[in-house]
């Protein structure tokens, strides 16, 4: 937890405020989809850490991962209804 009292992510990164919004679904499909593309970026990362050490257990799991997170950003980036 950082000193102002909001929860951060184990990279240090806060999380988007919903008071940042201010506004429209499209402003909030953004933010999502950004916060897809972070959180995908840190799952490549890990399942290169996890080929390395030879972990197939570890590799297969952030495999699926990343492929509900691909489909999560298809489906940010078709402006979908969310529900």
């Keep these: 937890m950082s000193s102002n009292g909001i929860s951060t992510g184990w990279n240090g990164n806060q999380p988007i ?3 940042e919004l201010a506004g ?7 933010c999502a989809a950004t916060a897809v593309a972070r959180v ?10 996890s080929m390395h050490i030879e972990n197939d257990g570890l590799s297969e799991r952030l495999v699926e ?7 999560a950003a298809r489906l940010l980036d078709e ?3 969310i529900g």
């Design 17 to 19: 405020g919903l008071g």
């Design 24 to 30: 429209t679904s499209i402003s909030a499909l953004a």
């Design 40 to 49: 995908q970026t840190e799952i490549d990362v890990l399942w290169r850490h």
């Design 65 to 71: 991962v990343s492929k509900a997170l691909q489909r």
């Design 79 to 81: 402006e979908r209804a």
